[in-house]
Nanobody, 125 residues
Framework: EVQLVESGGGLVQAGGSLRLSCAAS????????IGWFRQAPGKEREGVSC????????NYADSVKGRFTISNDKAKNTVYLQINNLQPEDTAVYYC??????????????????WGQGTQVTVSL
């Protein structure tokens, strides 16, 4: 059974940091790209960052470059999203998703093969 389990969300003040984790199981980690997406109330889901697990290549949305860092730990089959200098506009449910194949790490967009349940990030002033 494929599972993607996010953790690490919470309530943080503006300027703070969080590290989100996405623990993957049930598939061959290296065969997939894993991405982080977010959805704020009343807005469409947007791709934030993706990583190709086989070689670590990454891509970021322009809106988060310089503040967000995606990485993986192959020994733990886990992908992380380090978020620094959080701003109120970062408030959203953050989802991780996995997609089979070598290409979607770059476009970092749906459709994805598997989705996690999401973790809430709330940034207060």
């Amino acid at each position: 059974e494929v599972q993607l389990v996010e953790s690490g969300g919470g309530l943080v003040q503006a300027g703070g940091s969080l590290r989100l984790s996405c623990a993957a199981s049930g598939f061959t980690f290296d065969d997939y790209a894993i991405g982080w997406f977010r959805q704020a109330p009343g807005k469409e889901r947007e791709g934030v960052s993706c990583i190709r697990n086989s070689d670590g290549r990454t891509n970021y949305a322009d809106s988060v470059k310089g503040r967000f860092t995606i990485s993986n730990d192959k020994a733990k089959n886990t992908v992380y999203l380090q978020i620094n200098n959080l701003q109120p506009e970062d408030t959203a449910v953050y989802y991780c998703a996995a997609d089979f194949g070598p290409n979607n790490w770059y476009s970092c967009s749906p459709p994805m093969d598997y989705w996690g349940q999401g973790t809430q990030v709330t940034v207060s002033l």
